[in-house]
């Protein structure tokens, strides 16, 4: 099994920055793949980033090319989200996610496992 857990979600203003970190612990070495998602109440579970386990590979969603960056540090075994000028259309819950295939996965199900959520707040 794998634990992954995020922090660093809160309120930031549009144009501000934020970087949310997922720590995962357990079978790591399992896991080849590992994203972000994010949901709004009311609507499904969103892609937003992918990058493969060695940090190779990162794929973004159209909305947020060009403002958000994933990254990872395998030796904390952590994955890392900055956001840099995010709108207040990006407010949600985000979750990490890992997966033990690798290549560019987008669908939530293709996902094994997944972190408890932190609220990100983009006020305008």
């Known amino acids: 099994q794998v634990q992954l857990v995020e922090s660093g979600g809160g309120l930031v203003q549009a144009g501000g920055s934020l970087r949310l970190s997922c720590a995962a612990s357990g079978m790591t070495l399992t896991i080849l793949t590992m994203a972000w998602f994010r949901q709004v109440p009311g609507k499904e579970r969103e892609f937003v980033v992918r990058?493969?386990?060695?940090?190779?590979?990162?794929y973004y969603a159209d909305s947020v090319k060009g403002r958000f960056t994933i990254s990872k540090d395998n030796s904390k075994n952590s994955a890392y989200l900055q956001m840099n000028s995010p709108k207040p259309e990006d407010t949600a819950i985000y979750y990490c996610?890992?997966?033990?295939?690798?290549?560019?996965?987008?669908?939530?199900?293709?996902?094994?496992?997944w972190g408890q959520g932190t609220q990100v707040t983009v006020s305008s």
């Open positions: 990058i493969g386990w060695s940090g190779a590979l990162p």
């Open positions: 996610a890992a997966a033990k295939r690798a290549g560019i996965r987008v669908r939530e199900d293709e996902y094994d496992y």
